[in-house]
């Protein structure tokens, strides 16, 4: 069955599916590699994985495309879903007969809600890890017999079949590279604190932390930390330098790459002989003794969710780390020259004013080479989702605005949305308008003329979405004024 794999045009420069942990309008014009889809992409003869987001392909197009395709599988994501399902009855409507599934967390935990919304746009979704589901769907075998998937059967009933068990052997799935060069242009894809032109890939699935948060461990990739040799990675680390002439980087997209020490220590040794520069996820549990081995093996950059400096919002989501472990770790970064990528939340339960401020404070000491703000957003599937239903701290007001970008959807007593808003651009104000760091970054743009034109793009993009959250700021004010009887 010919196959199209697709991530789907949906709001412009929205990265929200795919691979995107946080599906949403970055800041700076985002976009993270379409992992998940390439897997099956490279299992199903004849397939094609099409990215539309960072390609700029529109509906129109997309549609023309997919007129050549007899089975298409599209990845979907919460605030991107009803974008999606008109998509999906579009193709309905120019191929009644085409076949269509939807994979991605959403529809891994929201699976009868989605196939019913459809209204027959869908034939079935799939729950958890998909690359053998929609691969046995396309080689012809009957969805009664699929397992992991969920579909309506002729008579409307919802038929959930047996789960599909965790892919342990992840040495026989295709190289996700292979696919990128086959279908994608890889110059499209950039984050602004990875090198440019980057490719990212997988060395681990799942994650045996427990973040209440993080909507992957608890809908597709799970807990149990899968594991590919390291040889295997090492191979594809190597060969992706072949197949892309222009590659400065590459960065492993894992939930938590550096989880296991021995076994980060036993891929660096792999990867050491090769002198090729790349990047990673980490956890501030990371031993000196593993980051020396990354540095020493090429390591560049560290992506690191620190998420708050109080101690006791870190316990409540079960972050199972410390401001102190925080900082030991990053005294040990600096040490060896490892740049960090700093994440942090706000709107996380208990926060407060008070430990916003804490928290601004804690970055600023930490000093990460750049940082990024999110607003917490609870996805369905997670625990904190959970939680904060239980609570009656989830509002119904959409979590992105007409254009992809984040909108608060949690609202605590004594911390409204708009504060929680406002406290986003306080705290990149506060890091970023900083003599030190302003000088830092003025130092790239006057000695890298390419460095200097992207600080421009980002400058650009980054004030005009400032000046968005200050009027939705300043509506809510407005907005609680009115309802006061200001």
């Not at 690359?131 to 699929?146: N, R």
């Not at 242009?185 to 090198?195: E, R």
């Not at 040889?231 to 190597?238: C, I, K, R």
Request: aromatic letters at 12%.
């Amino acid at each position: 069955m010919k196959t199209l794999l697709l991530n789907p045009p949906s709001f412009e420069g929205f990265d929200g599916g795919a691979s995107s942990r946080w599906p949403a309008t970055r800041e700076i014009a985002s976009y993270w590699y379409p992992v998940w889809l390439a897997y099956p992409a490279g299992m199903i003869p004849g397939a094609r994985l099409l990215d539309a987001p960072p390609h700029g392909i529109s509906l129109q197009e997309t549609l023309k495309i997919a007129q050549d395709y007899e089975f298409i599988v599209l990845f979907t994501s919460a605030p991107g879903l009803h974008n999606d399902l008109k998509l999906a009855r579009m193709f309905k409507e120019q191929n009644p007969h085409v076949k269509i599934a939807f994979v991605g967390p959403h529809v891994t935990v929201r699976a009868e809600e989605t196939l019913r919304l459809a209204d027959g746009a869908i034939d079935f979704v799939t729950r958890k890890e998909f690359d053998y589901s929609v691969t046995e769907f396309a080689m012809g075998k009957p969805l009664a017999d699929i397992e992991g998937i969920a579909y309506l059967d002729a008579n409307g009933r919802f038929i959930c079949t047996p789960d599909r068990p965790p892919i342990h052997d992840l040495d026989a799935l295709p190289w996700a590279t292979e696919v990128y060069a086959r279908d994608l242009d890889y110059t499209k894809y950039n984050v602004p604190f990875l090198l440019h032109p980057y490719v990212a890939f997988y060395s681990t699935r799942g994650c045996p932390a427990l973040c209440t948060f993080c909507m992957w461990p608890q809908t597709i990739s799970g807990h149990p930390w899968r594991k590919r040799s390291a040889q295997d990675v090492a191979n594809e680390f190597a060969h992706a330098w072949e197949l892309f002439p222009k590659l400065k980087e590459i960065f492993f997209d894992d939930d938590t790459f550096s989880y296991q020490p021995s076994r980060t220590i036993e891929v660096c040794e792999k990867l050491k002989p090769l002198k090729k520069t790349w990047s990673c996820t980490a956890r501030v549990t990371t031993t000196y003794d593993a980051l020396k081995a990354m540095k020493e093996a090429g390591c560049r950059l560290l992506i690191v969710g620190f998420e708050s400096g109080d101690d006791q919002i870190l316990k409540n989501i079960k972050k199972g780390a410390t401001t102190d472990m925080a900082r030991q770790f990053m005294k040990h970064c600096k040490k060896l020259g490892l740049v960090v990528h700093g994440d942090f939340i706000l709107g996380l339960p208990g926060e407060t004013p008070q430990t916003i401020e804490k928290t601004i404070r804690f970055a600023k000491e930490l000093d990460c080479e750049t940082i990024q703000v999110s607003i917490a957003h609870a996805y369905p599937g997670t625990e904190l989702y959970d939680y904060l239903v239980e609570q009656g701290w989830l509002t119904e007001g959409a979590m992105t605005d007409e254009e992809g970008h984040q909108l608060p959807h949690i609202e605590y007593p004594g911390l409204t949305k708009g504060q929680i808003m406002k406290a986003v651009e306080d705290f990149y104000d506060g890091y970023y308008f900083r003599p030190r760091i302003i000088a830092r970054i003025v130092g790239k743009a006057i000695f890298d003329g390419q460095e200097r034109k992207r600080l421009y793009r980002e400058a650009r993009d980054f004030l005009r979405l400032r000046s968005k959250r200050q009027a939705y700021y300043r509506s809510q004010v407005e907005t609680a004024g009115t309802h006061k009887g200001v």
